[in-house]
């Protein structure tokens, strides 16, 4: 087996921290996707074989695959109304909790786990604590259908913005690009800076052909930080 870097070493720490701090029996929880949240949920696999009883669904078909394997009891989406709490990492995260998401082409799952859920925490490692947004490429999800009449539409939305020419990429390319789990295309936007998530964020999704975005503003709950030091940070954001 690899060794642990530092990195990941932070990641199990924020996943205990959350366990500890947030997790009671009986709860239903969301399951992020994304390393951090793929080492949150066997450290919950951990506990559950402890005894914590909790049930989660899960944002992409990794993540239930690897809550099957580490037993954590898993609910469709369609038979839940709200959950408890979600837990899902980031690819940025400013300390307002406006995220990046979408670095695993799960963003569209993840964001309807996030809305359907009483709590939001994000689960990073110290790397993701950014100021501003921006430098991860944005994550668009797409229908295949037009997808480059879409990539122009963002480009034009963009430039009202002050983004000239920005250099927006189907992920993978057109020869063999990334399908998400619901069959869709993923378009990378190269802003290097974003300080006004708030207002761009539902303007992305007023264009016919785009299903999501990857700027999760006003979602996020509760930021706990996994240091490289082996220590663990909890920012609250809104009660
Ligand atoms: C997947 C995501 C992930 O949460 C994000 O990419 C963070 O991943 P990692 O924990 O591997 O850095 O949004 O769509």
């Known amino acids: 087996m690899s060794k642990q870097t ?12 959350v366990i500890e701090a ?9 399951l992020g996707s994304g390393t951090t949240s793929y080492a949150f949920v066997r450290v919950l696999g951990e506990k559950v074989r402890e005894g914590l009883r909790v049930e989660g669904v899960t944002t992409s078909t990794i993540t239930r695959d690897i809550a099957r394997e ?15 709490l979600t837990i899902d990492g980031a ?3 400013d300390r307002a909790g406006r995220m990046i998401k979408g670095g695993g082409a799960c963003l569209l799952w993840e ?28 994550p668009i999800e797409v229908i295949p259908y037009g997808w480059r009449n879409t990539m122009h539409q963002l480009a034009t939305l963009l430039a009202t913005f002050d983004y000239d020419a920005p250099r927006l990429e189907l992920r993978g390319g057109s020869s063999d690009p990334v399908v998400t ?13 974003i300080p006004r998530a708030d207002e761009l964020a539902p303007l992305f999704n007023q264009i016919p052909g785009v299903v999501e975005n990857g700027l999760f503003v006003d979602i996020c709950d ?9 220590s663990s940070e909890i920012i609250r954001i809104r009660d």
């Open 6 to 17: 530092p990195q990941d070493e932070a990641k199990i720490v924020a996943g205990r921290r």
């Open 111 to 138: 964001k309807i786990v996030a809305y359907t859920s009483k709590r939001m925490i994000a689960i990073v490692d110290e790397t993701k604590m950014v100021d501003p947004i921006g430098a991860f490429p944005l």
């Open 222 to 230: 509760e930021i706990v930080i996994g240091h490289f030091d082996g």
């Open 181 to 193: 789990d619901s069959a869709h295309y993923i378009i990378d936007c190269h802003l290097d800076a």
């Open 91 to 93: 690819d940025e995260i």
């Open 22 to 30: 947030y997790l009671k029996d009986g709860m239903q929880i969301g």
């Open 70 to 84: 580490v037993g954590v009891p898993l609910l469709d989406i369609n038979d839940v109304t709200q959950l408890d």
